[in-house]
């Protein structure tokens, strides 16, 4: 479980372009999954081999700045109820503004850890002029330069001292979030299951304000299950309750082991259910698929089930190895087999493959298809293992791994795949030297 550290400011003191240069920093090394759609602003970064989520709040907010004005108090005040930490930047240029004293005003009242960053100090002169800052009663101030980077790593070393260790759950059940964009039928999915009328069902987008952890304990299953409120599109993110539970959900993936990705049949299989897709699979969760609301689509000749999973699983390349499940909440069609399969996605996701067995099926694959020659060089992979951290992870052995390309790594990933079944869940190849 990784922390939140939300960045907060007004418009056009370099936000983004923080944001942008810690995630690159992050995705060069450590995300090198093709073909995963970005979400500009959510993103998962790490400094000195402590993991962080960040959140970039200047991307929630629409319109002139007068109506940033209006909303910054409230996008302030549930960062600050959010997150773990809060980078409040401001802008050497300008100097103190009355919205940075607005913001300051808000974050003044706060119990957690706030740095107060100056951006844009890439001069001596704006550096000097920088003490200005002091005045706005947040103590000590960091100056950093978002285009060169200058400074950041002084910034970084002082806020990952004080982002909270990732505990440990205390409670072993496996847990899965419904997730999904908004009115796609994740609470009516959730009463289903439990037989009750625990949460307000309207056909109304966004009843479901927060995210609601339920035990589930019926039929020869465990778990806990959490609704998150459906992430909205960015677009459509302007009022407070929106950003927050876009928040929540971002939390909420982090924090369970498998997405039950639910969408409306009717709608499609579109971008931000994409961006969900992927959300979860950066963040190494098991995933199924659920297609609701298959009895309501009129069509049914050109929009057989093969062609519709065909479409989801062109959307979602080169990770298709996810099962997808077409049900219907209304009249309870396949979803306890939804339940079922999210039990068998949770076992595959922490299963652990004995290396004597794992290089005998692996190094006579290899062997028959050896890596490309580059540039002259031939790579010999002589073992492999399975890495022991809580999702699948794999690491090859060989001379050379720096000329090991993309396609190869895949091609690795698909053998595993078809050996060992790890349907639903994603997989990281490694390549070390031995």
Known sequence: MSAIVAIVGRPNVGKSTFFNRLIQRREAIVDAVSGVTRDRHYGKSDWNGKEFSLIDTGGYVLGSEDVFEKEIDKQVELAIEEADAIIFMVDAETGVTGMDEDVAKLLRRVNKPVFLTVNKVDNPKRAADAVEFYALGLGEYYNISSINGSGTGELLDELVKVLPEGEPEVDELPRFAVVGRPNAGKSSFINALIGEERYIVTDVAGTTRDSI???????????????????????????????????????AIEHCDVCLLLLDATRGFDGQVENIFWLASRNNKGIVILVNKWDLVEDKETNTIKHYTQRIKQAIEPFTDVPILFISVLTKQRIF?????????????????????????????????????????????????????????F??????????????????????????????VPITIFMRKK
Not at 372 to 383: H, L, Q, R
Not at 412 to 419: G, P
């Open 213 to 251: 952890d339920t035990k589930y304990d019926r039929f020869g299953f465990e778990f806990h299950l959490i609704d998150t409120a459906g992430i909205r599109r960015k677009a459509k993110v302007k009022e407070d309750l929106e950003f927050y539970s876009v928040m929540r959900s971002v939390r």
């Open 337 to 393: 087999k939804a339940i079922e399969t999210a039990v068998e996605v949770y076992k595959n996701r922490s299963k652990k493959i004995v290396t004597r067995r794992f290089n005998d099926i692996m190094l006579p694959i290899i062997e028959s298809n050896p890596p490309p020659a580059y540039k002259g060089k031939y790579v010999k992979i002589k073992f492999c293992t399975q890495l022991p951290t809580p999702y699948p992870q």
């Open 395 to 424: 690491a090859f052995f060989c001379n050379l791994p720096q000329y090991v390309r993309e396609p190869y790594k895949r091609f690795l990933e698909n053998k595993v795949r078809e050996n060992f079944d790890f349907s639903g």
